[in-house]
C-alpha cells in the first residue's frame, strides 16, 4: 500500500541543509557558525518503523563492511528505531554493536523490535556481501549487460551517478569511506548520499592546508561500489556530466554565486568581529611560513 506522503514532495532532501548563524554567548560575540539540518529519518523520507527503510552513518569502507566482514562499532544503524544488538541490550547509536539476528541465542521471533532489526540485519549483511557477489560474477565471465543488470539490482544507478559526479566536482576526498551515508527503502537497493564536506575544493578540513585538484576519478576503486559505477556506467557518467554543465549547474560561476550568497548572508562587519574574536583562524592569520625561502609550486 502506498503511504499517503509518497504522493507529495515531503521536502526531505538526503543530505544536511547547512544555513549560517551568527552566535552570541551570554550577550557577547562568539562568531560565525554553520548549522545543519540532523541526520533525521525525516530528512532521508524514512518511517522509524520500517526494516526495509534503514540509514547506515559512519566509517564504511572497503574493511569496515564492504569485504564481507562487518564492523559493526565503526558505523551507526540510524534507522529503523528501536533496534536490539545480538546479546539482548537495547542499540546505542553513540556506542553501535552487532545487531540481533535469527540465529543469535537472545533472539525472540515473538517480539517485533527482534524481527524488525533481525530484518534490517539481513538487509546490512547482504549489502556487506554485494562487492563480492560482483566479482564473482565478473570472473565467470558475465557480459557488460549482466554485470550491469547485476549493479543496477543493488544499486540505484541514477542516484549513484550524482553522487560521484556531485563529490568529484568539489573533490570531495572524503566522501568514499568516512562521510557518506548509504540509504535502501526496500533493502535491496541501496544508494549513498553526501554529508560533511569540509574538506572540499581541496581544502584540509581544519582549515590550514589547500591541495591542487586531483587527475583521477575519487572512488575509482573495485572494492567499494563506486568503483562499480565507474567501471561499468562511464556513458551514463559523461552523459549526466554534460547535462549538468549545459544547464549550467557545474559551472564555475555557479558555484562560486552560491558560495557568495552565503558569504553576503553574514556581510564584511561580521567577519571582521569573527577575526577579532578568533584572530588565529588558518584560514585568516598571518602565514607561519618564511617566504623568502619558500615558493608555491
Known amino acids: 500500500v502506498t503511504a499517503i506522503e509518497d504522493n507529495f514532495d515531503t521536502g526531505a532532501r538526503c543530505f544536511p541543509a547547512g544555513f549560517p548563524v551568527i552566535v552570541y554567548q551570554n550577550g557577547e560575540f562568539y562568531g560565525i557558525y554553520s548549522w545543519q539540518l540532523k541526520k533525521h529519518r525525516d530528512n532521508f523520507h524514512m518511517s522509524k518503523k520500517s ?26 544503524v540510524r534507522n529503523p528505531k528501536s533496534l536490539i544488538c545480538a546479546d539482548g541490550s537495547k542499540y546505542d547509536g553513540d556506542r553501535p554493536k552487532e545487531l540481533i539476528g535469527e540465529d ?5 521471533p515473538a517480539n517485533k523490535d527482534h524481527k524488525t532489526t533481525a530484518t534490517a540485519k539481513k538487509h546490512i549483511t547482504a549489502l556487506s556481501n554485494r562487492i563480492a557477489e560482483l566479482k564473482e560474477a565478473e570472473a565467470s565471465g558475465k557480459s557488460e549487460a549482466e554485470m550491469r ?11 549513484m551517478v550524482d553522487y560521484i559526479l556531485e563529490t568529484n566536482v568539489v573533490q570531495d576526498g572524503d566522501g568514499y569511506a568516512k562521510n557518506w551515508q548509504w540509504t535502501t527503502w526496500d533493502g535491496e537497493q541501496w544508494v549513498a548520499n553526501p554529508y560533511d ?7 584540509y578540513h581544519i582549515g590550514n592546508y589547500v591541495g ?19 567501471k561499468y556506467f562511464l556513458p551514463e557518467l559523461k552523459s549526466r556530466y554534460a547535462e ?9 560561476e555557479h558555484i562560486a554565486g552560491i558560495v557568495m550568497d552565503w558569504l553576503m548572508r553574514i556581510g564584511a562587519d561580521t567577519f571582521e568581529a569573527e577575526y577579532e574574536r578568533w584572530p588565529e583562524s588558518p584560514c585568516y592569520r598571518d602565514s607561519l611560513i618564511n617566504s623568502k625561502f619558500w615558493r608555491r609550486s
Open 149 to 159: 543488470e547485476l549493479i543496477g539490482r543493488y544499486f540505484k544507478v541514477s542516484f
Open 51 to 76: 526494516a526495509d527503510n534503514v540509514h547506515l552513518d559512519g566509517t564504511l569502507s572497503a574493511d569496515t563492511i564492504w569485504n564481507g566482514n562487518i564492523n559493526w562499532s565503526r558505523f551507526e
Open 104 to 108: 543469535s541465542e537472545a533472539y525472540d
Open 197 to 203: 564536506h569540509d574538506g572540499v575544493f581541496g581544502a
Open 244 to 252: 549538468l554543465r549545459d544547464r549550467g549547474i557545474f559551472d564555475a
Open 212 to 230: 591542487g585538484p586531483g587527475s583521477g576519478w575519487l572512488g575509482n576503486s573495485t572494492t567499494i561500489p563506486s568503483g562499480w559505477i565507474i
